[in-house]
């Protein structure tokens, strides 16, 4: 006999099912401008407590307070307003393209466009990102064609990846985006590996790795860590906490952690958390960070607190795994909301001024959609060649490829 009972496995559960009340209040939010901001070579284990609040800058009036604000210009502020109001209006025409049968799969970002939209414009050119599908808003924000991005939706003739990849993952090197992987967490292994790369040719660019809350239980995002940390790589690792995977709640993966920017700790990298729907906290933060990267100061840590208001994607069906209501009590509101607040009481915006944003934006998604069409969709118009399978990748195509091309008649 022994004086031990038999051993049990804790499996974490969601707060609350489909059919129930949401809950977040296992979701601690402190005061808007209550978060230090440290100096940029601080030792990493003197601000251990970031990892386990959260940064913002936007309070519940609308005011920018604290050492996190007053890094944007009113004109800069307007154009990231434009930039998320931009992404918001490509997500709702192409996921209504989807229902019509004209992409066969999409992946929406409403409610996280304030993270890529800000975050790209602390960067500089020649930075790359490494991106998951829901980073379309660094495109969007670093002046991205809409109609390029389209056509790789419709995998139509003028796609630039030829029909290679799945619609919405997108690449242009020329904008710093690396082709995006289904594998989330290969991302983070191959950032380390670039940001190491520029740093052993004495370049001046960094990268930023991109991960979903899942994900970061995959052993791709521990490995990059370890190589972050010990060379430190001048690269920034953002991982983005939307509460869900596929179908999912975030628990599964953070663990007893706490925070998923906790797992920074370990490493002796210093990790931050910061409101995912604060445009002006997100930039604040990834400025910080890429400081960071380009003295030599090593890799930072950055999860942002956000919530995926849609589904996973168009395959997704959200109702099966959380309540309908649950994205109205998020309690860190909504991106555009929030800043067109902030700019209203600026006085550099105002309703009547939001609504002709919004039409001139429809039109301008619109007109890309039409011209993007014009050169076919999934099931009408041309298609990439099947040559295309073939060309562009090998430097010299080996026998049994072309073989095979002849075979094809291509």
Excluded at 38 to 49: K, L, S
Excluded at 197 to 223: C, L, M, Q, V, Y
Aim: charged share 20%.
């Amino acid at each position: 006999m022994t004086e031990y009972g038999p051993l049990t496995l804790h499996v974490p559960e969601p707060a609350v099912r489909p059919g129930g009340t949401p809950d977040f209040s296992n979701v601690k939010i402190p005061k808007a401008g209550a978060v230090p901001r440290p100096d940029v070579d601080v030792e990493p284990e003197t601000i251990r407590d970031l990892a386990f609040s959260i940064i913002r800058v936007l309070n519940r009036a609308g005011e920018a307070v604290g050492p996190w604000a007053g890094l944007l210009s009113d004109e800069e502020l307007i154009e990231g307003m434009r930039n998320m109001m931009t992404l918001r209006t490509f997500d709702a025409r192409m996921l209504i393209a989807q229902r019509q049968g004209k992409t066969s799969f999409y992946m929406q970002h409403l409610g996280e466009e304030a993270i890529s939209c800000a975050f790209r414009k602390a960067l500089a050119p020649g930075d790359m990102n490494f991106p998951t599908y829901r980073q379309a808003g660094l495109l969007i924000a670093g002046g991205y064609s809409m109609v390029d991005m389209m056509c790789q939706v419709y995998s139509n003739s003028r796609d630039p990846l030829k029909g290679r990849q799945l619609p919405v993952m997108y690449s242009s090197k020329e904008h710093g985006f690396f082709t995006i992987s289904g594998n989330l967490a290969t991302q983070y292994v191959q950032a380390v590996g670039w940001a190491m790369a520029s740093a052993i040719r004495n370049d001046s660019k960094i990268a930023a790795a991109w991960i979903g809350d899942g994900s970061t239980a995959e052993s791709d995002f521990h490995a990059a860590l370890v190589f972050a940390s010990t060379y430190k790589a001048p690269v920034i690792l953002n991982i983005v906490n939307n509460q869900w995977a596929i179908s999912t709640f975030q628990g599964i993966a953070r663990g007893g952690a706490g925070t998923f920017a906790a797992r920074g700790l370990g490493f002796g990298i210093p990790s931050l958390r910061v409101d995912g729907n604060d445009y002006l906290a997100v930039y604040a933060v990834a400025k910080w960070a890429a400081e960071r990267a380009r003295r030599n100061l090593g890799p930072t840590l950055v999860e942002y607190v956000t919530y995926r208001v849609g589904a996973h994607s168009t395959s997704d069906d959200p109702s099966a795994y959380r309540p309908k209501t649950e994205s109205d009590a998020w309690p860190l509101g909504d991106p555009i909301m929030r800043l067109k607040t902030h700019l209203i009481l600026r006085g550099t915006w105002s309703e009547e001024r939001h609504k002709q944003a919004e039409a001139e934006i429809l039109d301008t998604v619109i007109a890309a959609q039409k011209e993007a069409e014009s050169y076919g969709t999934l099931h009408a118009g041309a298609k990439p060649s099947a040559r295309e399978i073939f060309d562009g990748v090998y430097a010299e195509m080996p026998p049994h490829l072309r073989r095979q091309r002849q075979q094809a008649g291509v």
